[in-house]
């Protein structure tokens, strides 16, 4: 009996827009609903870019990414509370906040973890040290983006188009934010708002990480709340 086999091999897809935040801020959520417009969804932004940082190593691999249409990938920022966004990552356990900061910072060590040269690599709680860290430093690049020191925010061909938004106001922008990345249809997004509460940590967390951990929470949310709920260089 011969039996006949066709190819089920999907085409390759290309990043059309790159939707990246720090974790925990509905990336996911904003990727899914653009994805049923644009590409925004590939193997190479799950595994890395989703919570990578504005910086020439990614935009060297969206311009490998997007040889194939010489086009260029707007960037979508999507930030929620440092605090919430923090918690909704270590809800998902130390393993998770590993793994997501080192989404974001490839550079992190792999073994030997030190915090104001004390040895913390076996500590309970290091991974939310790891986070908090990457968190901090992804805040830095897109605070640089944005304010114009980045070559993200060039001129001409050095000039790529980015936008930042606060999960906690994207309802409210999510008009502007189609219109800006030429939607044809308003993007249906089931979006729940997400109230401040006290951070919880792990009760196995050592209590001088737990100490770092609530202290730089709250110099980044103090910061965060100075933001522009909404920045676009389109």
């Not at 595994?47 to 979508?76: A, F, K, M, W, Y």
Request: proline share 5%.
């Amino acid at each position: 009996m011969h039996h006949s086999s066709k190819s089920a091999k999907s085409p390759v897809r290309h990043l059309e827009i790159l939707v990246t935040s720090y974790g925990g801020s509905g990336t996911n959520l904003l990727a899914h609903a653009l994805d049923k417009h644009r590409c925004c969804i590939t193997e190479q932004w799950h595994s890395s870019l989703c919570h990578s940082l504005l910086d020439r190593g990614t935009i060297e691999v969206l311009e490998l990414l997007e040889q194939p249409r010489q086009i260029t990938i707007p960037i979508v920022c999507i930030l929620a509370n440092p605090i919430l966004a923090f918690q909704s990552q270590v809800n998902r356990g130390y393993e998770f906040c590993r793994v997501n900061a080192r989404k974001i910072n490839s550079r992190l060590p792999a073994e030997v973890v030190t915090h104001a040269g004390e040895d913390i690599t076996y500590a309970p709680g290091v991974e939310l040290m790891l986070l908090l860290e990457s968190m901090h430093r992804y805040s830095d690049a897109v605070g640089q983006a944005i304010c114009g020191d980045s070559f993200l925010t060039g001129s001409g061909e050095t000039r790529r188009p980015i936008l930042v938004v606060k999960y906690e106001h994207l309802p409210r922008y999510l008009p502007t934010i189609c219109n800006l990345l030429k939607l044809k249809r308003q993007l249906a997004i089931d979006w729940q708002e997400r109230r401040t509460t006290e951070l919880k940590l792990p009760p196995d967390c050592a209590d001088h990480i737990a100490s770092r951990v609530h202290e730089n929470l709250k110099y980044m949310a103090r910061t965060w709340h100075h933001m522009p709920t909404f920045m676009s260089n389109f």
